[in-house]
């Protein structure tokens, strides 16, 4: 019975059951981030808002792939990506497209990314207070001048997102991209060193309350070397 109701679940929700236990267990943003990096890796091969394997924009940015990666690993939970593109398109007319990312960060991740974006020459904006009837979204991609596909439209929360703001990444020049893939790797792997770095002193704090350097233990005495002779018993 067990088998015929994975069969089912798997035709019903078009994932396999082994990623429905693995998207079903996670209940924080950081966790969140993790599973989105396995799916990109090829670890998890579904979605649940996207029940096919990943299939980012590799063959325009060799390695986008791993940068998603990352930015999910170090606090901005992605949902949405293109690589920037500037020239005819599959049906004869020009396509313009601009390198842009969408995703969510907590309080602290948003600091980061405007810290460690700034004077990169991408922009970071912050959706969360956005309103439908208030700000447009933005416009990414062009068919011969048109707009076709916008990023920046509020996407539904759930209890991991809900606290969580909604951020658009992106470069103000279509058909790049040298700025945005290397600029959000870099400020990934800052992140993910400084965690690293973070927990191993924590680790060495907790094996090492006192706080005090490490020192290698005092030798215990040597003995002073026995100067009687055994067959002296009077001391003679």
């Known amino acids: 019975m067990s088998r015929l109701w994975d069969w089912v679940a798997d035709k019903v929700t078009g994932m396999p059951a082994a990623d429905r236990a693995v998207w079903n267990a996670v209940t924080t943003l950081a966790e969140q981030g993790e599973v989105t990096a396995q799916w990109l890796e090829g670890t998890v091969t579904t979605q649940p808002e996207y029940r096919a394997p990943c299939d980012v924009d590799e063959q325009d940015v060799p390695g986008m792939a791993a940068t998603l ?137 907790q094996d090492n309350p006192s706080g005090h350097p490490d020192t290698p233990p005092t030798p215990a005495p040597i003995a002073a070397p026995d100067t009687h002779n055994d067959d002296d018993t009077d001391g003679m």
């Open 69 to 205: 990666a990352a930015a999910n690993r170090a606090g901005f939970v992605t949902t949405q990506s293109q690589a920037g593109y500037d020239g005819d398109g599959y049906d004869g007319a020009h396509w313009s497209q601009h390198a842009a990312v969408v995703g969510f960060a907590d309080n602290e991740a948003t600091h980061w990314l405007r810290d460690s974006l700034t004077d990169t020459g991408v922009v970071v904006a912050d959706r969360q207070n956005r309103h439908l009837w208030q700000e447009p979204v933005l416009p990414v991609t062009f068919r011969d001048g048109v707009p076709v596909t916008d990023f920046g439209v509020r996407e539904p929360t759930d209890t991991v997102t809900a606290d969580a703001r909604q951020l658009v990444i992106y470069d103000p020049e279509s058909g790049r991209n040298d700025r945005l893939w290397p600029a959000l790797q870099a400020a990934a792997d800052q992140r993910l060193n400084a965690t690293d770095h973070a927990n191993t002193a924590d680790t060495h704090t």
